[in-house]
């Protein structure tokens, strides 16, 4: 079964928005009730399922709230005990679950009804169970099966729906896999496809940036407030926007090249742990230009499928062998099979290994033996070999 997400952005009017922040505030109320009643035990979902009938009892407001909704508070308690249990096992240190904050809890889940998708005229709505119809842009269809709705508030007070369907067959058939492609995405090559075609970091981050750490640094000179400092700031905002455009220009650029070849894109679930951890302006850049790529990638084109990063850099894109380097070796050298390949470009091959393997298709052995010199010396034949091949196997 294959899962896929679509965000869509809501526009809840002011009363709405208040019916949304309620049921955030009611959802983190039940979450806190259970973290209490777990706080020296494991308790299931169910029977967290069954204090949930006993607490509306005492407290009968809680029927003006989506039922379904407020169960999912439990198999998120549920998840959260046991990923717990998990990490003690692991060896981590783990203390009790944590009461959440206000500002901590952003986001409630309607899970298999209770939410239906609506038009009128061309406004597209959302309708959900005890808040009614919320409008919201949907800027493509959400293809298959629709299991849940979450909507979540962002730090920035926006909303969102976050809407999960399960990917059926009617859908899977219109597409080719192929035209599929593994994207690897880097500091040196933004990105370096399994086709061999490399797109060298266009943003030239070091170069841009000087002026910005400049007037940074004039802005911190001048006295607050002064004609001066304004003048300053506004020049710094000016910089500012002309990156963030050079940026997203570049961006749909790309996106909108790999879109016109492919179907089907797969690219490394980017860590997030990492994006934060780095305070570098620069790397920061990039990292949020990694995350946009994919999302432009994912609206774009017909399927974007995220595949865990594990050993994808490591493993012979050929023949499976681990071949450990540091991020200073740019080459892949396998001494069992004797494939060298950039390295980038074996990540990328394994990255599409990975993301044909989910939906049973193996990548060809031609493609797999090539290197990328051959790669653009590939004939048109060779080349219909391949796709064929792909065809077979699906
Ligand atoms: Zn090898």
Redesign the pocket.
Known sequence: MIIRNYKFCLYPNPQQQKKLQNNLAVCRWVYNRFVEYTQDKFVARNDLNYMLVELKQEESWLYNYHSKMLQMVSTQIDAAQKSLIELSKKGHKTGKLKFVRYDQYRAFTYNQRGYKFDKHGNKDLLWLSKIGYVEMRKHREASGDIKQVIISKSKSEKWYAIVTCEIDGAVLSRIDFRKAIGIDVGVKNFAYDSDGSATSNPLNLAKLLRPVARIQRKIARRKKGSNNHKKAVKFYQIIHERIKNRRKDFLHKLSTQYTKKYDVAFVERLAKLNMVKNHRLARNILDSSWGTFTSMLDYKCKMLIEVSARNTTID??????S?SKSLAVRTHK?D????ILDRDHNASINILKKGLHIFNIKLPQELREVTPVETSKLSRKQEDTIRFYLTEVH
């Open positions: 012979c894109s050929r023949c499976g062998k071949v396998c069992m099979c004797g494939l």
